[in-house]
């Protein structure tokens, strides 16, 4: 358990680690937004220039992580367990990752149209980025804060939702569509996007992982 003192010493020195952890999920949120709003205006000549900026991102993200593991390697106090600090970094660097994989199945596959299913798991995506977000705003206050756990509620009940959507999509896409190729592409996009649902999902069971462990 970390000392109430060390975190205090730690927030001193500038650039936190909670800070970074902000940092991380804003550019996860700024690819759920260009996911949502690629799908929303859908122009498949327009997705290669599209894939660049959400790369920009996802880049970005990659930059602040390993700024971060630099700084974890030069101190010796932390404000919780270095394996907590990997772990959480690590989970919300792949909730971005995943959304820029959304797009590059898309492109792979030569999507020409979206479907509402697509739409409605992206809702949720960008939902469960907004709530993570807003979680990692206070958990620098985690060992007192009162909205923490219902916030990690939140990030677990939308994932919910995405594992009814995703239920619904495959179905009806199993259903209904009688091209192999539309099937397969859209199978695999299915996937990735729930993936997202899940690694928003993993981000709050490492939040909710520190919280057990200094409480």
Not at 10 to 32: N, Q
Not at 82 to 90: G, N, P, Q
Not at 110 to 131: E, P, R
């Amino acid at each position: 358990m970390v000392d109430e003192d060390d975190l205090k010493m730690s927030r001193k020195k500038g650039e936190t680690y909670f800070d970074t952890f902000v940092e991380l999920v804003s550019y996860s949120c700024k690819a759920a937004d260009l996911l949502k709003e690629i799908l929303n205006n859908y122009n498949a000549e327009q997705l290669p220039r599209k894939m660049k900026e959400m790369h920009e991102i996802e880049h970005s993200g990659d930059e602040a992580r390993h700024r971060m593991i630099r700084k974890l390697a030069r101190e010796f106090i932390t404000p919780i367990d270095r394996e907590d600090i990997m772990a959480l970094a690590d989970s919300i660097d792949t909730v971005t990752d995943t959304i820029e994989d959304v797009l590059m199945r898309m492109y792979m596959f030569n999507i020409s149209k979206v479907t509402d299913y697509a739409l409605k798991m992206t809702d949720v995506i960008v939902k469960c980025c907004g709530a993570l977000k807003t979680a990692l705003d206070e958990f620098y206050n985690f060992r007192k804060s009162a909205k923490l756990h219902d916030l990690v509620v939140e990030v677990n009940r939308l994932e919910e939702d995405g594992d009814s959507l995703y239920m619904e999509a495959t179905r009806k896409l199993y259903v209904e569509c009688g091209n192999y190729k539309e099937l397969a592409a859209w199978d695999t996009i299915y996937h990735y996007l729930e993936k997202c649902c899940d690694s928003c999902e993993d981000v709050a069971d490492a939040i909710e992982s520190v919280i057990m462990k200094n409480s």
